[in-house]
């Protein structure tokens, strides 16, 4: 999209017309925009949680906050660990709710990762997250509830393999998020690729969805809103998959 700001007439001009620099349609061109210059330059890449990094964006990890606050998962379960901000972030959250534990998976968890990654909420598992002798050792209690966090491989084949293995996971009414389906929108970006046009979780959330009516497609609900703005600016684009 190609438009101009005019901060004097406080105008912004796309091909389509001239809109209010200071709208609500204006602010989600902008921010589109502003997500995709952040995340090529690796803004989300700026944030730590009790020390570690959280390759998040704030209002992406203040959502999930919400979510968990009103849910109260016995269980939140996370493939993808990087440094393991994220982790100790549900875990810490957990123990203020005074509810829930934690599992992170990943394919390759460092040992100075896993060392500063030290709370009694929190569970680490090596593995592929895909693989049966990965899955057998995550430890589901009868019971429980349990929220699911796919951010490991985003490739389409890999995260619909996870949604199709973390889905009987997931108990009525709580969620299983695909993260990163922003990717798709990453194609025109420098460090972006033309495959991510089709190669993306949000893809693979399109096609999970075809075969399990027992999942819908929804943002969960603002407890608290006072605001015109109704579109998040997030990452987690097409992520949020309620089980009904």
């Not at 001009?13 to 902008?30: C, D, K, N, R, V």
């Not at 995709?36 to 209002?59: C, D, I, M, R, S």
């Not at 009103?70 to 993808?80: A, F, N, S």
């Not at 970006?189 to 190669?199: I, T």
Request: proline share 6%; charged share 20%.
């Amino acid at each position: 999209m190609k438009y101009t700001v005019d901060t004097a007439a406080q105008t912004l001009t796309t091909e389509e017309g001239e809109i209010p620099l200071y709208s609500t349609e204006a602010f989600q061109i902008l921010s589109t925009s502003w997500l995709k210059v952040g995340w090529n330059a690796h803004y989300h890449y700026t944030f730590t949680w009790l020390g570690q990094p959280v390759l998040q964006l704030p209002e992406d990890l203040i959502r999930l906050q919400e979510v968990i606050f009103e849910l109260k998962p016995d269980v939140i379960v996370e493939t993808g660990v990087a440094m393991g901000g994220s982790l100790l972030f549900y875990a810490t959250l957990c123990q203020a709710i005074g509810k829930g534990r934690v599992i992170g998976i990943d394919i390759d968890l460092r040992p100075h990762n896993r060392k500063k990654l030290n709370h009694p909420l929190l569970t680490l598992i090596d593995g592929n997250s895909i693989y049966p002798e990965t899955l057998s050792q995550i430890k589901i209690s009868q019971g429980e509830s349990v929220l699911v966090i796919l951010d490991s491989n985003h490739s389409k084949s890999h995260v619909l393999a996870e949604l199709n293995a973390y889905a009987p996971f997931v108990t009525p009414g709580s969620y299983l998020i695909a993260a990163d389906g922003f990717k798709k929108e990453l194609v025109d970006v420098p460090r972006g690729k033309e495959s991510w046009s089709w190669d993306n979780p949000s893809d693979a959330v399109e096609d999970f969805l075809d075969s399990h009516p027992e999942f819908i497609l929804e943002l969960p609900e603002r407890r608290y809103n006072r605001s015109p703005i109704r579109e998040s600016v997030t990452h987690l684009q097409n992520a949020w998959l309620k089980r009904v």
